[in-house]
């Protein structure tokens, strides 16, 4: 027997119920399978399925998972077909490794619908057996592990960002906390080299100055329980190099500003303990406010369960406690793991499970709303790769959201009907406009009306990939709906034109030739543009003749007004402008999608006929100039009196629907020295308009006075500078 093969039986200490001679067999039939292949290290492939079966038995898996570990490869990457593992193994063996190979196909792929539909069978394989992506988890973790292996530095960080937008996000989610970390540091190996350097020399150099000091925080602690007839297991150890960047990056503030970087583990015996201790812990030192959670009374979705509180400890140390029990512990280490356990091929660990797993069954009806594999994709890593808040239905039911959701994101969580539906909103008890960012612990409830359809401007700040997938197919949907009656409208147009009578029949025979599975598609794809009405007509009628001359006359008289149009917009645009870095005489626009006012820093596009247009350096439309860059020119305000002349500021509002709210804004606003210009209202609601405000100012701080007295206004409920509106 290999030394491989010997080496297994060492796994029986993590499993006491390994089959050893199945898991023999597994991986002699894999040796003879993969045999001749090898690893960018030059071992022979079959000892990385092996390597990915031994992480899957330290995390205590049954004897089929590590079958399906050995066997993970043979469908992808030798003859090996699925009646063959059905026949040698068993039907659950060869299902499983089945759904492992269909994961294999989303790596190494562009963006297109191919990957999208085999995110579709990555999802639908997890749903139906978590183990699938249990073994797929491995095998990416030991791929991490080996990755130093590649010489080429692009597929290394390739792999490493897909590592950490994807699949260490899984692992979180699944509560596999101990791969999840491991993938994260190795991925931030390659990704950012530099700054995980600097934080281990960092953390090297803190161990020797404070050489002895969790020891001796661990016996101050030891000695407190023990006074007050507790004996629990205590240890300590730090943070991890990427969780201590990401705080870095998130709080804006360096390593040497943090001063949580230990945390200390406490396990008891049950719960009561649990609480006990918390006791101990907060009747002995000042706590940190803000950072307590009790995820044992509210266990997160994944079902991790502990007590986190945050002191100034032994030493005056600050420093964060863990409490939890022994049990909850190992559910917290292997996560979903912890609780599949089989033994002849029937589950006998207690299994719940169903609520951790409304996440998978999100990401499955994200794939059903979306038409682009980017959008699915984008909306995927939304629902995975963000920080959470966690909220309260009237009824007691804990939601799990991303940080910065809003009612509308809630109300889709809640149900798709609930969200569409969706007119109002009570946060802990009283109205709230539907932008509000909540905040964890919050109740919501939501208000429905029969009639109501999503609004496209909730797309502007929602925070979910469920939300956003929800609105984008219903806005979809109706440009669809537009585009179909405009298109029509269009070709019947023509048909009169030319004294024709319009027939559905004379389109329908054209389908094919503009790839259209229905009428409607040749109409939307008229109206969108796609396709030319006239081009449509000439298809039906290809022997007609058309009054050429008219349409050429015709087309020259529009020319001519478009052109007279805009000379008459470049004279009056051409007057001099306050801009330095422009030719004498240069026609001058401001960007109507960021309306610059002095005292923005400001950049130049040249537009070819229009002259020069002004946005401010920030602005989102100059990415689509990106490829441009002779376009660019460099500008700035100049010294003139910028009292002058006014510039138009735009604002974003939301008012309380009161009476004389309308009145007060206006009033506001004069008094300051604005003038109102335009005003729109983008979305009405019973308690609150939301609106977009033109006003003429002179600069940005008289925008941002009039902004101040607005905030102070008991009428308006917020107020920001509108950008790219």
């Not at 006239?534 to 290809?542: A, D, K, L, M, Q």
């Not at 700035?636 to 007060?664: F, K, M, N, P, Y």
Request: glycine share 6%; proline share 4%; aromatic share 8%.
């Amino acid at each position: 027997m290999p030394d491989e093969i010997e080496d297994i039986k060492t796994w029986k200490a993590f499993n006491a119920d390994i089959d050893l001679v199945a898991l023999d067999s597994a991986i002699e039939f894999a040796k003879q399978a993969h045999d001749g292949q090898t690893r960018a290290s030059g071992e022979p492939y079959y000892t990385h399925p092996v390597e990915v079966a031994k992480i899957l038995a330290e995390m205590k898996m049954d004897t089929a998972t590590l079958q399906t570990a050995v066997l993970h490869d043979t469908l992808e990457d030798t003859e090996v077909t699925y009646d063959d593992l059905k026949t040698k193994f068993s039907p659950e063996v060869a299902e499983l490794v089945n759904g492992v190979s269909k994961l294999n196909k989303i790596e190494s792929q562009t963006v297109e619908g191919k990957q999208a539909e085999n995110f579709r069978k990555l999802l639908v394989a997890m749903s139906e057996d978590i183990r699938v992506l249990l073994v797929k988890l491995a095998d990416r973790l030991h791929n991490m592990r080996t990755l130093h292996h590649f010489n080429k530095p692009e597929k290394q960080k390739r792999i490493a960002r897909e590592t950490l937008e994807i699949y260490a996000p899984l692992a979180e989610r699944i509560g596999t906390h101990n791969i999840k970390e491991e993938l994260e540091d190795l991925a931030f190996s390659y990704l950012n080299a530099e700054a995980r350097e600097s934080i281990t020399n960092r953390l090297m150099f803190l161990r020797k100055e404070e050489a002895g000091t969790v020891d001796k925080i661990i016996a101050e602690l030891k000695l407190i329980f023990k006074k007050n007839d507790l004996n629990p297991s205590i240890s300590g150890r730090e943070k991890t190099r990427y969780s201590i960047w990401k705080k870095m990056q998130r709080k804006n503030v360096s390593f040497e500003q943090l001063s949580d970087i230990m945390a200390f583990r406490i396990e008891v015996e049950d719960v009561g303990e649990c609480y006990h201790a918390l006791g101990v812990i907060h009747s002995e030192f000042p706590t940190v406010p803000g950072r307590f959670k009790d995820y044992i009374s509210t266990p997160k979705p994944n079902g991790y369960r502990s007590i986190h509180t945050t002191i100034i400890g032994p030493m005056r140390h600050r420093i964060e406690i863990q409490i939890r029990t022994h049990s909850m512990h190992q559910e917290a280490e292997l996560g979903v793991a912890a609780h599949w356990s089989y033994k002849d091929g029937q589950k006998r660990a207690n299994q719940k499970d169903a609520t951790h797993y409304r996440w998978l069954r999100e990401l499955l009806e994200i794939l059903d709303q979306e038409q682009k594999p980017e959008d699915f994709l984008e909306n995927t890593k939304l629902e995975l790769f963000q920080e959470h808040v966690y909220v309260f239905s009237p009824k007691g039911d804990l939601i799990e959201l991303p940080t910065g959701s809003t009612p509308v994101d809630f109300a889709y969580a809640v149900h798709s009907d609930v969200g569409n539906k969706c007119v109002g909103a009570k946060i802990n008890g009283r109205i709230a406009p539907l932008n509000t960012k909540i905040q964890n612990g919050d109740q919501i409830d939501i208000i429905t009306a029969k009639n109501q359809t999503p609004s496209p401007t909730w797309e502007r700040f929602v925070a979910s990939g469920k939300a956003r997938s929800h609105i984008r197919k219903f806005i979809r949907q109706q440009q669809r709906d537009e585009y179909i009656i405009l298109g029509k409208a269009m070709l019947q147009k023509i048909f009169r034109a030319e004294d024709y009578e319009f027939t559905e029949k004379a389109v329908a025979n054209v389908m094919e030739k503009y790839k259209a599975e229905e009428i409607d598609d040749v109409y939307a794809k008229i109206g969108s543009g796609l396709i030319v009405a006239r081009e449509v007509f000439r298809s039906i009628f290809p022997g007609h003749q058309t009054e050429q001359f008219k349409q050429a006359q015709s087309a020259r008289e529009a020319l001519e007004q478009v052109a007279n149009a805009g000379a008459r917009i470049a004279d009056k645009s051409s007057r001099p402008m306050p801009i330095k870095g422009l030719i004498p005489g240069m026609a001058v626009h401001f960007a109507r999608c960021c309306h610059p006012l002095p005292g923005d820093r400001i950049v130049g596009i040249v537009t070819t006929g229009k002259g020069v247009t002004v946005h401010t350096i920030d602005c989102e439309t100059l990415e689509t100039f990106a490829d441009t860059p002779e376009r660019w020119l460099d500008v700035s305000w100049g010294d003139e009196d910028e009292g002058a002349e006014s510039h138009v500021g735009r604002l974003e509002i939301t008012l309380s629907h009161t009476t004389g709210a309308l009145g007060t804004l206006s009033t506001v606003i004069g008094k300051s020295g604005g003038n109102i210009t335009n005003l729109k209202i983008v979305n009405r609601s019973l308690d609150f308009w939301d609106m977009l405000l033109d006003v003429y100012v002179q600069d940005t701080k008289h925008l941002h006075n009039i902004i101040a007295a607005l905030r102070a206004t008991p009428e308006i409920v917020s107020v920001e500078r509108a950008k790219g509106r």
